[in-house]
């Protein structure tokens, strides 16, 4: 019933539900068709911009701010995590997140080549510490580890800290060194109006690069979780163990999906 909106539609004004609702009531179904004295606030601002100047916005001097306070070598960090009502693993609650893959990309100089690694559990024995052990050797004592929206990966770290006191210093360093690309595109220093109000990665990606996750066999992080929880046998959808060959192809799809960004 919605299929007569725009593409860009006034329903993706960014923050505010009511006053996207009183624009449409007002015959207003397009970004670009706000009147320029209507009281928007400084992110709807830049949306209506973009939207009539078909041009992203780039605020050139907070995105070199931001840069600027990297230190290299950049770790470039991603967990794909699953969570259970019911623990599969001793000391667990319930829900709690239990990370089972990581990808890192390393660049050890703004004119170098990244260097990417990757973990992926194997088996249904509890992934953390093997995933911890092996990530503690990728990452030395310096330089900015980039997380995107740092909440999620913040609380996987302190989670494994608790879970595992002999890496909690070492956890608690790099919690020190996390730097969230988050922000620059949650602040619309960087904002192009196929983003649509949304500073997601999903969303910004496809924006910047013209790289997607649609069409991947595996394209978001609940589909991640579900697919390794089935081939762990930990999610037995079909009651019967996956094939060695379908479980090679979702660990390849796995890894894929996680490595993408």
Same mark, same amino acid.
């Given at each position: 019933? &919605?299929?007569f909106? #725009?593409d860009n539609h %006034?329903?993706?004004?960014y923050?505010?539900? /009511?006053? =996207?609702a009183?624009?449409?009531n007002?015959?207003?179904?397009?970004?670009k068709? %706000?009147p320029?004295w209507? $009281?928007? $606030?400084f992110?709807?601002?830049i949306?209506?911009?973009?939207?009539?100047?078909?041009? @992203?916005?780039i605020?050139?001097?907070e %995105?070199l701010k931001?840069i600027?306070g990297?230190e290299y @070598?950049?770790?470039?960090?991603?967990f794909e995590?699953?969570?259970?009502?019911?623990?599969?693993?001793e000391?667990?609650?319930?829900?709690?997140?239990i990370p089972?893959?990581y990808? %890192?990309?390393?660049l /050890? +100089?703004?004119?170098?080549q990244?260097s990417?690694? /990757?973990?992926? =559990?194997?088996?249904?024995e509890? #992934?953390?510490e093997?995933l911890l052990?092996?990530?503690?050797?990728k990452?030395?004592?310096?330089?900015?580890?980039i997380?995107y929206y740092e909440?999620?990966e913040?609380? !996987?770290?302190?989670?494994?800290?608790?879970a595992f @006191?002999?890496?909690?210093?070492?956890?608690?360093?790099?919690?020190t060194?996390?730097?969230d690309l988050?922000?620059p595109?949650?602040?619309?220093h960087y904002?192009?109006s196929?983003q649509?109000?949304? +500073?997601s990665?999903k969303?910004?990606l496809? =924006?910047?690069?013209?790289?997607?996750y649609?069409?991947?066999?595996?394209a /978001?992080?609940?589909?991640?979780? !579900?697919?390794f929880?089935?081939?762990c046998?930990?999610?037995?959808? $079909?009651?019967?163990? #996956?094939?060695?060959e379908?479980?090679?192809k979702?660990?390849k799809?796995?890894i894929?999906?996680?490595? &993408?960004?």
């Amino acid at each position: 019933c &919605w299929r007569f909106l #725009p593409d860009n539609h %006034i329903f993706n004004l960014y923050g505010s539900k /009511d006053k =996207a609702a009183g624009l449409f009531n007002k015959g207003v179904l397009s970004i670009k068709d %706000i009147p320029d004295w209507y $009281n928007l $606030n400084f992110k709807q601002k830049i949306q209506l911009e973009c939207a009539k100047t078909e041009k @992203p916005k780039i605020n050139k001097s907070e %995105i070199l701010k931001f840069i600027n306070g990297l230190e290299y @070598p950049l770790y470039f960090l991603d967990f794909e995590t699953f969570s259970t009502a019911i623990p599969l693993y001793e000391g667990v609650r319930p829900y709690q997140r239990i990370p089972f893959q990581y990808s %890192i990309h390393i660049l /050890d +100089a703004i004119d170098g080549q990244p260097s990417h690694y /990757d973990f992926l =559990a194997e088996g249904a024995e509890d #992934p953390r510490e093997e995933l911890l052990l092996n990530l503690k050797y990728k990452i030395d004592e310096t330089g900015s580890i980039i997380v995107y929206y740092e909440s999620f990966e913040r609380g !996987v770290l302190k989670e494994l800290a608790e879970a595992f @006191p002999d890496y909690s210093q070492w956890i608690d360093s790099i919690l020190t060194r996390i730097v969230d690309l988050y922000k620059p595109f949650g602040n619309f220093h960087y904002y192009h109006s196929s983003q649509k109000g949304s +500073a997601s990665v999903k969303n910004v990606l496809p =924006a910047i690069t013209g790289l997607s996750y649609e069409g991947m066999e595996i394209a /978001d992080g609940m589909a991640a979780s !579900v697919y390794f929880l089935y081939i762990c046998g930990n999610y037995d959808i $079909n009651e019967s163990r #996956p094939a060695k060959e379908e479980v090679e192809k979702v660990r390849k799809s796995l890894i894929k999906y996680c490595g &993408w960004t």
